[in-house]
Each structure stands twice: as C-alpha cells, then as structure tokens.
C-alpha cells in the first residue's frame, strides 16, 4: 500500500512558465512535508518542507501548498528554469507518531523545463 | 559543516557474492543513519535505519544486513547478493529531535549504484 503517491511520472514545461507537481498521501497520521530535487546518479538534496499546521510555504521560487482536507500537496516553480530538469520526490512523515524516525517517499515526478 | 560520504559509487557483482557498503558522516554527533533503495521505476524504499551504534531497524525482509560499528558509520551488507538486489542505494543522516519530535530533514549521501549479474 502506497501512502505517498506523486500519479505523475513526468511533466514537461517551458522555460518561464510555471510547473506544478502534486502529491497525494493517504496516511491521516502524517503531519510534516518535504519535497526533493534528484539529479541522476546523485543523492536527493532538500528542497522545501511544509508542517501540517500551514498551508503555504514559500521560499524564493518554490512554493508549497498544503490541503489537509484532500490529503494533497503541491510543488510550484516560478518561474521554472532548464536547471530545475530533475526528478522531484515528495515525502511525509509522522512528528508526533511512533514512526517519527521516517520518511515515506513517493515514487517521484521527473520536470524537464524547455527551453 | 556536516558532510556525508559513500562507497565504492559503483559496484557490479556476481549473483551469490558478497557486498559491503560504507557511509560515514562527519561534522555531526549521534546522527539518525538511514538505508535506502532506488530501483527502476520505483520510489526510495527505506531499508534500514539506526537511531544508535549496535541499534538497527529493518523495514522490509530482504536479502540486506545492517550495521553501526560507531556512531556516524553505517555499513549495509550481504552475504550473497540476489539479481533483485540491483539498484542505486543510497545512505542518509537527520539530526536525532528525541521522541516524538518527528525526523526533520534527511541529508543524502552520493549514492552507489550497484548492478548485480
């Protein structure tokens, strides 16, 4: 069972423009956020994180959403840059849980941004 | 500043041989250490994690040991390697937030790809 889903497995856009990339989680319990930029053949980096008790986070051109309600998030990117071309992984995990040591991951969502 | 290293970056190995893979961490002290697996297709897959030397958890019965000789060592290990056992794994560190206090960032290391024929 899959408690982090990222249903899009690629996304293209064009330099300039926005790029959107969703998650959805099915796990009630997770109460903290993070996306991660891959490039390949490297480890993650961190990218931006989101506690359960917002709703938006932002930090220069990244910016995530948080809908509780519709167990979702979202990454935008504006405006997006052939540089940010990577895969994109969502994670969630539990603050206050037992499970507090650990990350679930999506499956991740590769951008390529055209220039 | 805290910094994360593992190796070998590459392995390709014989189906039945055995595999040892390092990761150390520096700058930090009692750091949580993770395993994870990326295979094709697929997301990250914790493997293993340790919130302390001799101290590991397993997440999934597999083919793959464990183990944390000191506190920011972290070795994971098999005595045959499985042709499943292909993929890029890579090595993790967060800072220990205490009980109930949830995990905060994972910092990555450089990953090893590992290709088992």
């Known amino acids: 069972d899959q408690q982090v889903k990222q249903n899009s497995p690629s996304l293209s856009v064009q330099e300039g423009r926005i790029s959107i990339l969703n998650c959805d989680y099915t796990?009630?319990?997770?109460?903290?956020f993070l996306w991660y930029k891959k490039y390949p053949a490297e480890g993650p980096t961190f990218l931006i994180s989101?506690?359960?008790?917002?709703d938006k986070n932002e930090d220069g051109r990244f910016t995530v959403f948080l809908n509780k309600s519709a167990k979702h998030l979202s990454l935008h990117i504006v405006p997006s840059q052939p540089g940010d071309s990577a895969v994109y992984f969502c994670?969630?995990?539990?603050?206050?849980?037992?499970?507090?040591?650990?990350?679930?991951f999506g499956k991740g969502t590769l951008l390529t941004v055209n220039p | 500043s805290q910094t994360i290293h593992q190796w070998p970056a590459t392995l390709v190995q014989p189906v039945g041989s055995p595999l040892s893979l390092e990761c150390t961490v520096e700058g930090t002290s009692n750091p949580n250490l993770y395993w994870y697996r990326q295979a094709a297709g697929r997301g990250l897959q914790l493997l293993f994690y340790?919130?302390?030397?001799?101290?590991i958890s397993s997440e999934v019965p597999q083919n793959l040991s464990a183990s944390r000789p000191q506190d920011r060592q972290f070795i994971l290990s098999s005595k045959k390697l499985l042709l499943s056992d292909s993929g890029f794994y890579l090595c993790?560190?967060?800072?220990?937030?205490?009980?109930?206090?949830?995990?905060?960032?994972?910092?990555f290391g450089e990953g090893s790809r590992l290709t088992v024929l």
């Open positions: 796990n009630s319990m997770f109460d903290y």
């Open positions: 340790s919130v302390g030397i001799g101290q």
């Open positions: 993790a560190w967060s800072v220990d937030r205490g009980p109930g206090k949830g995990t905060g960032e994972l910092f």
């Open positions: 994670a969630a995990s539990e603050r206050s849980g037992g499970s507090n040591y650990k990350l679930t």
């Open positions: 989101i506690s359960s008790i917002k």
